[in-house]
Each structure stands twice: as structure tokens, then as C-alpha cells.
């Protein structure tokens, strides 16, 4: 892993990742190796002899990394994070395990967000939000503060969510799908694809 990551099990920074191996992992391999890493099935993974194993599921569709993920952890996988030497995460602020912080992302003060959570370049969180687990953030996505987003969203490429208040947050419900380029001006009901500027629900999902 290049020396521009962080890694981190929970709140604990790795210092020292020299004697780490690396490995990408996929149920059924299509290369042997994708820049300079081993690639090696999820079953050959699960069999290496070791005291330790650790991952993160660099998957963007939400359902499908917190199925990886929660497979992994049954099987005694532990989960780690890696964040981007120049992403930003303010003290006042946390990010739950198995996040994945690309460069040039900030999460800014006094939010919290959930485990796997994926802030992809140039994405900001701002203020005073929540954010539950398993949410994409596309490229430049803007997400202002007093904004809460429940679990299993995925919001694409340079969308804009406008800011909610301290007693009336912007809401956006736990599986919803919002389209790249969007302007999110209101709360979004649970499982709802939503696209335009202003975003309007275009159809409610499964």
C-alpha cells in the first residue's frame, strides 16, 4: 500500500505497515495481478495462514459491500480503514470502521457517520451531519451541514445536497438512489431514486 494511505483499526492508527501483505480479493479472479497486487479468490483469502486478517470493500453499490463486509466479519475478518494522506476528518467528527476517505475529501466538524462509508475525491461532508452505514459518496458530491442520510444510499457524481437546521434537518432515507448532478432541495422518503435540479422521486425502489 502506498505510503500516501492511513490505515486504521478503529480509532487506532497503524504506524508502521511495512510487514503488511496485500492482496485484492474477488470470488473468481479475472487477472493474477492489478498494480503489482496479488489478486486471490475470497475462499483462497479466507485460508491463508494467518493471525491476522483485515479488509476493506473498495465496492461502490451499498447492498452488495455490506453483504462482503458482513460475510468477512462472520468468518473473522476485521475490518480496517484507509484514508488518503490529505483527506481531512475534523477532531470534533468520527467515521465508523471499514471506511474508505479517497484524496481531497474533508468531513468538516461535529458529524458522525456510520461503518463502511465510502467519501470519494473532492467530496465534502459538512457540519452537523449523520450518516448511517454503507453510503456512497460519488466524485464531487457536496453535502451540506444539518443533513441526516440513512443507511444504503448511493449519491452520484456531483450532486449537491443544500443544508437542513439544527431542528429541521434535510433528510434522505435509508436506500435511496440519488442521480449524478442532482441539487437535493428537500427530504427524500426511504428507497427513492431521485434525479433533476431540483431532485424530484422518479420512482420508488424494491
Given amino acids: 500500500m502506498p505510503e500516501i494511505y ?12 511495512r510487514n ?32 491476522n486478517k483485515y479488509f476493506t470493500t473498495a465496492v461502490g453499490e ?10 468477512l466479519l462472520r468468518n473473522g475478518v476485521r475490518a480496517i480503514s484507509i484514508q488518503q494522506s490529505n483527506s481531512i476528518v475534523y477532531e470534533s467528527s468520527s467515521v465508523g470502521q471499514g471506511s474508505i476517505l479517497c484524496s481531497n475529501s474533508i468531513v468538516t466538524a461535529n ?45 452520484g457524481t456531483g450532486a449537491i445536497i443544500r443544508p437542513g437546521t439544527t431542528t429541521n434537518p434535510l433528510v434522505i432515507g ?17 428507497k427513492s431514486l431521485v434525479y433533476g435540479n431540483p431532485a424530484k422521486v422518479v420512482k420508488k425502489l424494491d
Fill in 111 to 155: 458529524s458522525n457517520i456510520g461503518d463502511f462509508f465510502h467519501l470519494n475525491i473532492f467530496s465534502y461532508v459538512a457540519h452537523d451531519c449523520i450518516i448511517g452505514n454503507y453510503v456512497t459518496f460519488s466524485p464531487q458530491v457536496s453535502c451540506s451541514g444539518n443533513v441526516i442520510i440513512g443507511d444504503n444510499v448511493f449519491i
Fill in 20 to 51: 503488511i501483505k496485500y492482496y485484492f480479493v474477488e470470488d473468481k479472479p479475472s487477472k493474477n495481478v492489478i498494480n503489482q497486487v496479488t489478486v486471490i479468490s475470497t475462499d483462497d483469502f479466507l485460508k491463508l495462514d494467518s493471525g
Fill in 6 to 17: 492511513k490505515l486504521r483499526i478503529g480509532n487506532q492508527e497503524i504506524a508502521d505497515s
Fill in 62 to 71: 451499498p447492498s452488495s459491500r455490506e453483504k462482503i463486509s458482513k460475510y
Fill in 174 to 190: 435509508s436506500g435511496s438512489v440519488i442521480g449524478m448532478g442532482s441539487v437535493i432541495t428537500k427530504s427524500i422518503p426511504d
